[in-house]
């Protein structure tokens, strides 16, 4: 059996298993008019819960598959299905704010028989949901991951909002105007000793919360790198017959960052490369794993009649578990200056497409086609961008 015969089998079989989860359901004539896109024909809508039908392509398959005319797109409206449950006409649409379902009036009179009606296709195509996805996509997706033929949706924008809100903590914190207040002190202390423990505690307080901040901050960025460095992957010597997109994706950021930058022979990178690795041991490793680090500061051995010596020794100077937090603001003015050192390097050099392709939210195409067309406008990538960018804006909006 060649392979055009087994996917014409397999569109057979996921028909036929719809039209039974589905039964009852079916095309109209071409010719009849949707309800969506039409003024003069009357309807009840029906707005469809996200999580009930998530996916609006599937959707649109599931109609598709049981032979039912797709109108096209019209002005805040992708498409629309007119099809019948039993007599009754019917449309599903996926306008600009989600799925819409209609039922016609002039068949269902009354409000309460058409909710009912409504509820019988929500259930139904949720059936036919299930049947799609597992019967065709499944097997298709494996097939598309593993050519490399995929799309990697743009978190950029979602995951530096999260580490610049938490670096404006840190930053707000430290200087005394945080969200911890000072407790005040017994009523019969002196002016004087209350006054200094205040003050001692304001700073105390300010530091705690600005540690809090700086090591969320710290987290969400390195969260926002291993994001980005996908990204670049689209616009390296991507092969996807040497490696996978998701195999790409399952690296640490180290090994991430090793596969884009030759480190051996690029000693800039080495250093960008050096630097967020120091910061990764000291904050992110360590409090990322319970506040042990790899040097073994928070780990002890005794010393009869002396103490408790730091199994670190000799390298307790690297430490941040020495102080009464681990990072002050001296720490967090420093982090910040080697995360904006990194990310006015990266942005300037050999990626620079690459990252204003990310900063506008385009998603990370990794097929051949897409690949090839960025490369062949990589010497007016800039005025490739704002076309590609207006695309996105136009697809988004529904503004056909």
């Given at each position: 059996?060649?392979?055009?015969?087994?996917?014409?089998e397999?569109?057979?079989?996921?028909?036929a298993?719809?039209?039974?989860v589905?039964?009852?359901?079916?095309?109209?004539?071409?010719?009849?008019p949707g309800?969506?896109?039409s003024?003069?024909?009357?309807?009840?809508?029906?707005?469809?819960?996200?999580?009930?039908?998530?996916l609006?392509?599937?959707?649109?398959?599931?109609?598709l598959?049981?032979?039912?005319?797709?109108l096209?797109?019209?002005?805040?409206?992708d498409?629309?299905?007119?099809?019948?449950?039993?007599?009754?006409?019917?449309s599903?649409?996926s306008?600009k704010?989600?799925?819409r379902v209609?039922?016609?009036r002039?068949?269902v009179?009354d409000?309460?028989e058409a909710?009912k009606?409504?509820q019988?296709i929500?259930?139904?195509?949720?059936?036919?949901?299930?049947?799609?996805?597992k019967?065709l996509?499944?097997?298709?997706?494996?097939e598309q991951?593993?050519?490399?033929d995929?799309v990697?949706?743009n978190q950029y924008?979602?995951l530096?909002?999260?580490?610049?809100?938490?670096?404006?903590?840190?930053e707000?914190?430290?200087r005394g105007d945080g969200?911890?207040?000072v407790q005040?002190?017994a009523d019969d202390?002196?002016n004087?000793?209350?006054?200094?423990?205040?003050?001692?505690?304001?700073q105390?307080n300010a530091?705690?919360e600005g540690?809090?901040?700086?090591f969320?901050?710290?987290?969400?960025?390195?969260s926002l790198?291993e994001?980005?460095?996908v990204g670049?992957?689209?616009?390296?010597?991507?092969?996807?017959?040497e490696e996978?997109?998701?195999g790409?994706i399952?690296?640490?950021w180290g090994?991430?960052?090793?596969r884009?930058f030759?480190?051996?022979?690029?000693l800039?990178?080495?250093k960008?490369?050096?630097a967020?690795r120091?910061?990764?041991?000291?904050?992110r490793?360590?409090?990322g794993?319970?506040?042990?680090?790899?040097r073994?500061?928070?780990?002890?051995f005794h010393?009869p009649?002396?103490g408790?010596?730091?199994?670190?020794l000799s390298?307790?100077s690297?430490?941040?578990?020495f102080?009464l937090?681990?990072?002050?603001v001296?720490d967090y003015?420093?982090i910040?200056?080697?995360?904006?050192?990194?990310?006015?390097?990266i942005?300037a050099?050999a990626?620079?497409?690459a990252i204003?392709?990310?900063?506008h939210?385009?998603?990370?195409a990794?097929?051949?086609?897409s690949?090839?067309?960025?490369?062949?406008?990589?010497?007016?990538f800039?005025?490739?961008l704002?076309a590609?960018?207006?695309r996105?804006?136009?697809a988004?909006?529904?503004?056909w």
């Amino acid at each position: 059996m060649s392979e055009g015969d087994g996917a014409s089998e397999m569109r057979d079989e996921v028909r036929a298993r719809l039209n039974l989860v589905m039964r009852g359901f079916g095309p109209v004539e071409t010719s009849a008019p949707g309800f969506a896109r039409s003024s003069a024909t009357t309807a009840w809508r029906f707005f469809v819960d996200r999580e009930s039908l998530p996916l609006s392509p599937v959707v649109k398959l599931i109609y598709l598959f049981l032979g039912c005319h797709d109108l096209g797109r019209a002005e805040k409206m992708d498409w629309e299905f007119v099809f019948q449950v039993e007599e009754t006409t019917c449309s599903i649409a996926s306008e600009k704010f989600g799925l819409r379902v209609y039922v016609d009036r002039d068949s269902v009179a009354d409000e309460v028989e058409a909710e009912k009606l409504f509820q019988r296709i929500l259930q139904a195509t949720v059936k036919g949901q299930k049947v799609v996805e597992k019967e065709l996509l499944e097997p298709i997706g494996k097939e598309q991951v593993n050519a490399g033929d995929v799309v990697v949706g743009n978190q950029y924008h979602r995951l530096r909002e999260a580490y610049l809100y938490f670096r404006d903590g840190a930053e707000i914190a430290f200087r005394g105007d945080g969200r911890v207040e000072v407790q005040r002190d017994a009523d019969d202390a002196s002016n004087i000793l209350r006054g200094a423990l205040a003050e001692w505690r304001r700073q105390a307080n300010a530091d705690a919360e600005g540690w809090w901040n700086t090591f969320a901050m710290i987290m969400a960025y390195f969260s926002l790198l291993e994001h980005t460095l996908v990204g670049c992957l689209a616009f390296a010597d991507f092969d996807p017959e040497e490696e996978t997109v998701t195999g790409f994706i399952g690296l640490n950021w180290g090994d991430k960052f090793k596969r884009l930058f030759d480190l051996d022979a690029d000693l800039v990178a080495q250093k960008k490369y050096e630097a967020l690795r120091d910061l990764a041991e000291t904050y992110r490793n360590t409090y990322g794993h319970g506040g042990f680090d790899k040097r073994g500061a928070t780990v002890h051995f005794h010393v009869p009649g002396v103490g408790v010596i730091p199994a670190t020794l000799s390298k307790i100077s690297k430490t941040p578990h020495f102080g009464l937090v681990p990072a002050v603001v001296e720490d967090y003015n420093r982090i910040c200056a080697v995360l904006d050192d990194f990310d006015a390097w990266i942005a300037a050099g050999a990626y620079r497409n690459a990252i204003m392709w990310i900063e506008h939210g385009m998603d990370y195409a990794f097929d051949a086609r897409s690949r090839a067309e960025v490369a062949a406008n990589a010497g007016t990538f800039d005025a490739y961008l704002e076309a590609m960018s207006y695309r996105l804006d136009q697809a988004m909006n529904m503004d056909w």
